[in-house]
C-alpha cells in the first residue's frame, strides 16, 4: 500500500532480497483451476523459449505489439532474432541470434513504425554495449 506501484515504477529506492505475500485463503481446486487459466492465458499469448521479453514501451493509449503488427513486422527475422509470431514485442531468439542480430532487429523496427505509423517507439530495455 506504501510502495505507491504503477507502470513500471514504484517508490521503492531500495534492492528487495525477499518478500512474503499474504494471499487470500481459497480451496486448493479454485487456485489449481486459476492457476491453469492464467498458465494456458500466457501460453497462448507469449511465446516460450529465450527472448528479451517486451522490446518497447507502450505509446499513450496504445500498444506497440499491435502497432509492430500494423507494419506488418509479426514474425519479420534477421539472421536468428526474430520478432515473435505470437507476440509482435517480444524479440525471440530462434538458436543463434547475435547481439548485433537483435540491435538491427530493434532498429529496423523503431525506423519502420517511424515512417508508417509517424511514431518513435522507445526501448523498454536498456542496450548497454551498442556497436
Known sequence: ENANFSYHSSGIEYIIL???????????CKLRQNFSLYRDKRLSSQPVG???GSIF???????????IEECGLKGFRIGDAQISDIHANIFVNLGNATFEDMLSLINLTKIVVKEKKNIDLECEIEILNTP
Open 18 to 28: 525477499g518478500a512474503k505475500f499474504e494471499l487470500p485463503s481459497e480451496n486448493e
Open 57 to 67: 514501451k507502450n505509446p499513450a493509449n496504445q500498444s506497440a505489439g499491435k502497432l
Open 50 to 52: 529465450k527472448s528479451l
